[in-house]
């Protein structure tokens, strides 16, 4: 059976691929930077979940997810790279603080210097 696409309908297929392909492509670079920017956030304050969820969502201008930073910040916690505490600031519903830990500190100093190289990288091989 012959190929019934026409070129514009072959080149239109590839333009859709393609921006599937990219989308996936920044959300994983934005999954795989994510505790970097939380441990960057931290190093300046200690934060409840929900202002590093808007802190993050302004930063990326991107949509972050309960779902996405709350299991990271879990399991941030258990590596003890943060520490939290549970506060309650005058009248309202009590609200869990993050902080970055010495070991979370020293984290950040590798990741930092990691990213720093990778944007190096990418700036050499873009001239």
Known sequence: MPNTTSPQQSEEIQETSLS??????????????????????????????????????????????????????????????ISSQWRTMGVGIPRKYYTISPLGKKALETMKQEWLTMSIAIQKLSL
């Open 20 to 81: 599937l392909y990219l989308e996936k492509w920044s959300s994983q670079v934005r999954k795989g930077s994510l505790e970097l920017l939380l441990l960057l956030f931290m190093q300046k304050k200690e934060y409840y979940g929900y202002e590093l969820i808007e802190n993050v969502k302004t930063i990326l201008m991107a949509n972050v997810s309960e779902g996405t930073l709350y299991p990271l910040l879990n399991r941030m916690q258990k590596d003890g790279l």
